[in-house]
């Protein structure tokens, strides 16, 4: 696998743009994807019990596993907006429909902004309208989806599969209400692989959950998550089946492409300063490991030490107590950075200087080792902030 300089069209046969239509004050806020072809699709969504009209709307058009475009704005999340909700973000489907040429129920829809307002549809619509589709802009598709966020967040690959190469790219947004079990967090991820909606689906659900899943910024689950991914075909290798190579290599780019883009999301948490990843081996089995490293990387109390770039491996050992999975309190090994901490829960001593060396890096890596087994697993998140707290008492403002 090589990792490239591309962004969202870099596959064969994608074209993306994005625009400024007044949803916001000033920056772009819609932007669309488009294959030239329909394309093998799958999809993971928010488990909110409060979900946004997009989420119903993008899950009904999903429904044959095949897409061609999707359309974002930002500024609205179109949520808690009712029957108008709906009918606004069907409306948005036709519209593109009628723009691009192509089916409406082959149109995603995604939506992330401020909950509660019913979209502005005739700016919508004149944006639609004023979309340039002679040339692709993948920049600004990057920029029409985000919100808060400091960054925008992509990542490309490519591999030869089958004798054919073959390139997957991948766009995110997300800063705030972070804490997907799939937080506004928005994934799309394209690629010119020939392969079946029903392989591709099951090969991001999987991915998803030791991806997107181990991310939180402030354990705010939104009501619009979703990640996509669109397989076109157009690479023309031959169609990749379950269990060969070729399977492994794209689900290893999938698995890359989706941990980069998780990694982007915390790292760009509201007003974080640094990015925290968190590691525990010697696990029972993977999903405890993944349960502790999630707990220890959301905790508040880790977070703010994190920030004050405070070695309280107390409050660390403390989420690690509380994560409610199978461990041996005596066996637990701990270290930040290359300093350990703990070995069998005992305090050791420290190199007090190198430790603030690695607490002022912009990563911060936490390892745990429960020697209690054989699995492990990761979680990435970010620290806590003033500036988190500013962002968020004034967002709807």
Same mark, same amino acid.
């Given at each position: 696998?090589?990792?490239?300089?591309?962004?969202?069209?870099?596959?064969?046969?994608?074209?993306?743009?994005?625009?400024?239509?007044?949803?916001?004050?000033?920056?772009?806020?819609?932007?669309?994807?488009?294959?030239?072809?329909?394309? @093998?699709?799958?999809?993971?969504?928010?488990?909110?019990?409060?979900?946004?009209?997009?989420?119903?709307?993008?899950?009904?058009? +999903?429904?044959?596993?095949?897409? @061609?475009?999707?359309?974002?704005?930002?500024?609205?999340?179109?949520?808690?907006?009712?029957?108008?909700?709906?009918?606004?973000?069907?409306?948005?489907?036709?519209?593109?429909?009628?723009?691009?040429?192509?089916?409406?129920?082959?149109?995603?829809?995604?939506?992330?902004?401020?909950?509660?307002?019913?979209?502005?549809?005739?700016?919508?619509?004149?944006?639609?309208?004023?979309?340039?589709?002679?040339?692709?802009?993948?920049?600004?598709?990057?920029?029409?989806?985000?919100?808060?966020?400091?960054?925008?967040?992509?990542?490309?690959?490519?591999?030869?599969?089958?004798?054919?190469?073959?390139?997957?790219?991948?766009?995110?947004?997300?800063?705030?209400?972070?804490?997907?079990?799939?937080?506004?967090?928005?994934?799309?991820?394209?690629?010119?692989?020939?392969?079946?909606?029903?392989?591709?689906?099951?090969?991001?659900?999987?991915?998803?959950?030791?991806?997107?899943?181990?991310?939180?910024?402030?354990?705010?689950?939104?009501?619009?998550?979703?990640?996509?991914?669109?397989?076109?075909?157009?690479?023309?290798?031959?169609?990749?089946?379950?269990?060969?190579?070729?399977?492994?290599?794209?689900?290893?780019?999938?698995?890359?492409?989706?941990?980069?883009?998780?990694?982007?999301?915390?790292?760009?948490?509201?007003?974080?300063?640094? +990015?925290?990843?968190?590691?525990?081996?010697?696990?029972?089995?993977? +999903?405890?490991?993944?349960?502790?490293?999630?707990?220890?990387?959301?905790?508040?109390?880790?977070?703010?030490?994190?920030?004050?770039?405070?070695?309280?491996?107390?409050?660390?050992?403390?989420?690690?107590?509380?994560?409610?999975?199978?461990?041996?309190?005596?066996?637990?090994?701990?270290?930040?950075?290359?300093?350990?901490?703990?070995?069998?829960? @005992?305090?050791?001593?420290?190199?007090?200087?190198?430790?603030?060396?690695?607490?002022?890096?912009?990563?911060?890596?936490? +390892?745990?080792?429960?020697?209690?087994?054989?699995?492990?697993?990761?979680?990435?998140?970010?620290?806590?902030?003033?500036?988190?707290?500013?962002?968020?008492?004034?967002?709807?403002?």
């Amino acid at each position: 696998m090589k990792i490239i300089d591309g962004k969202i069209d870099a596959p064969k046969g994608f074209f993306a743009t994005g625009l400024h239509a007044g949803l916001k004050h000033t920056k772009k806020d819609l932007g669309i994807v488009l294959s030239e072809v329909p394309a @093998q699709a799958a999809g993971v969504f928010t488990t909110n019990q409060v979900k946004a009209a997009p989420i119903y709307v993008t899950k009904e058009a +999903l429904s044959d596993g095949i897409l @061609q475009a999707i359309i974002v704005n930002s500024g609205f999340a179109n949520a808690c907006t009712g029957a108008i909700g709906l009918e606004d973000a069907k409306t948005t489907q036709q519209y593109l429909a009628e723009k691009l040429g192509i089916a409406a129920d082959k149109i995603a829809v995604a939506s992330t902004g401020v909950i509660g307002k019913v979209l502005p549809m005739k700016k919508i619509k004149a944006g639609i309208d004023v979309f340039n589709l002679n040339q692709s802009e993948p920049q600004a598709f990057h920029e029409a989806i985000l919100t808060t966020d400091k960054a925008t967040k992509e990542v490309a690959v490519t591999d030869v599969i089958n004798g054919v190469e073959v390139t997957m790219a991948g766009v995110a947004k997300g800063s705030g209400m972070i804490h997907p079990n799939m937080a506004t967090m928005l994934s799309f991820i394209t690629t010119d692989a020939f392969i079946s909606n029903d392989l591709v689906q099951e090969i991001l659900s999987e991915k998803t959950e030791v991806t997107y899943n181990q991310i939180t910024v402030d354990g705010d689950t939104s009501t619009n998550d979703m990640v996509l991914v669109l397989a076109n075909g157009l690479a023309e290798n031959p169609e990749i089946e379950k269990g060969t190579e070729a399977y492994q290599k794209f689900a290893a780019m999938l698995d890359y492409v989706s941990a980069e883009l998780a990694k982007k999301i915390a790292k760009d948490g509201e007003g974080a300063t640094k +990015l925290i990843e968190v590691e525990v081996t010697g696990a029972s089995d993977s +999903l405890a490991a993944r349960l502790i490293a999630k707990k220890v990387v959301g905790s508040s109390l880790v977070k703010t030490a994190m920030f004050g770039e405070d070695p309280n491996w107390g409050r660390i050992i403390c989420a690690v107590g509380y994560a409610e999975t199978l461990i041996d309190p005596n066996k637990i090994d701990m270290w930040i950075g290359q300093q350990q901490l703990l070995k069998q829960s @005992q305090p050791q001593e420290f190199d007090q200087t190198i430790m603030k060396e690695i607490l002022a890096n912009e990563t911060i890596k936490i +390892l745990i080792d429960l020697n209690v087994g054989t699995e492990s697993g990761k979680a990435w998140g970010c620290d806590l902030t003033y500036k988190y707290v500013e962002i968020n008492a004034l967002y709807h403002t």
